[in-house]
């Protein structure tokens, strides 16, 4: 039995796979809210105590025992982490673990005074065939203590701490079939920021976060509209993206400046974020984006993005090549992106 854990600002979520002949089969998958039903999500203010709790009740309500659980990951994501591609020498396993350390201080932002490394291997370098490309992931070990102390205050131990930026890559290697042309675009929308990932089989691996999620669009309907947060919430439900276009003024003949949306900003981040990437991997052709995350399956986004980026867009469906057991109903599939990739990370070492 394999779990991945994912821990968000707004919401946990835990998927529970297991290895059979065939792949991986799907035995149970649940999600519950951090903050109180009926109070205002407000992202400064989760506390640790209210975290624990839910995982708890989430761990009790899918029937499984804190002390039994194995081969358990999770992740840490955010600005929290530095994630880089790599290229170095083809090298056995101890090896390459030795030398992290010092292609960590070579490519990456750090002191090296308290940094913790990880990586995974993508394969071999397709210009040099005595070279590997390696994704390398860096935190500091402080990140590190507080998340063990979080999962310990819970009385869970991970096997795995992995990178959420990662595990949403794994999710799609799980799921769909990678295209040999192009990279493709993966948009994992949470509660306060989403993380965009960039990768393809012949092309670069890149990720960045982008401050930015479901609390803001939230926060934009319920300013615009004059409405409570709760209301704005169901709004957007109800309505979608739609929810967020601006209404332009009557008389054509004002001069007035553009007012823009939260929506808008968002999609500017992407473009800003996809036009370093063109600059600095010389690749320029997209073949798909695939949206995840609890904003991912917002009504109209996946059509606004295409509109807009003109690059084909559908909602990633994580469980998509997984066995299922036929009592599981799961509802919107992408919010489990992150989950499903810590859980079938073990298929994925180095």
């Not at 992740?75 to 880089?84: A, E, V």
């Not at 005074?113 to 402080?142: H, S």
């Not at 036009?275 to 606004?304: D, I, M, W």
């Amino acid at each position: 039995m394999q779990i991945g854990l994912d821990i968000g600002r707004q919401y946990v979520k835990m998927v529970v796979v297991e290895k059979t002949r065939d792949g991986l089969k799907l035995l149970n998958v649940d999600s519950k809210l951090i903050p109180e039903k009926n109070k205002p999500f407000d992202p400064e203010n989760i506390d640790t105590p209210l975290i624990v709790m839910a995982v708890k009740e989430l761990i009790d309500r899918m029937s499984l025992k804190p002390k039994h659980l194995r081969n358990l990951t999770t992740g840490i994501g955010g600005s929290n982490i530095s994630i880089k591609q790599i290229t170095t020498m083809d090298m056995s396993t101890d090896e390459l673990k030795a030398s992290m350390m010092f292609e960590a201080r070579k490519h990456m932002p750090m002191d090296g005074t308290d940094a913790v490394i990880d990586y995974q291997v993508l394969g071999p370098n397709r210009f040099e065939a005595d070279k590997i490309d390696v994704i390398l992931v860096a935190c500091t070990n402080g990140v590190r203590t507080s998340h063990q102390k979080l999962l310990k205050n819970i009385g869970l131990k991970a096997d795995i701490i992995d990178s959420e930026p990662i595990a949403i890559m794994n999710a799609f290697l799980q799921s769909h079939q990678s295209s040999e042309e192009g990279a493709v675009i993966l948009l994992d929308i949470g509660a306060v920021s989403t993380s965009l990932v960039v990768w393809g089989e012949q092309d670069m691996f890149f990720t960045r976060d982008i401050p930015r999620g479901v609390h803001d669009l939230v926060k934009d309907i319920a300013t615009k509209r004059s409405i409570t947060y709760s209301e704005a919430q169901d709004y957007l439900q109800n309505e979608g993206a739609a929810a967020l276009e601006v209404e332009q003024p009557e008389d054509t003949s004002l001069i007035s400046v553009a007012e823009r949306s939260s929506l808008d900003i968002f999609l500017e981040d992407v473009r800003r974020t996809l036009r370093f990437y063109t600059k600095n991997s010389k690749q320029s052709h997209f073949s798909a984006l695939y949206l995840s995350g609890g904003g991912g399956n917002v009504k109209g986004l996946k059509e606004y993005m295409e509109e807009n980026l003109q690059i084909k867009s559908q909602v990633m469906d994580p469980f998509a090549n997984l066995e299922t057991k036929e009592k599981i109903s799961i509802e919107d599939p992408a919010q489990y992106a992150v989950a499903t990739g810590l859980a079938v990370r073990k298929g994925f070492e180095a």
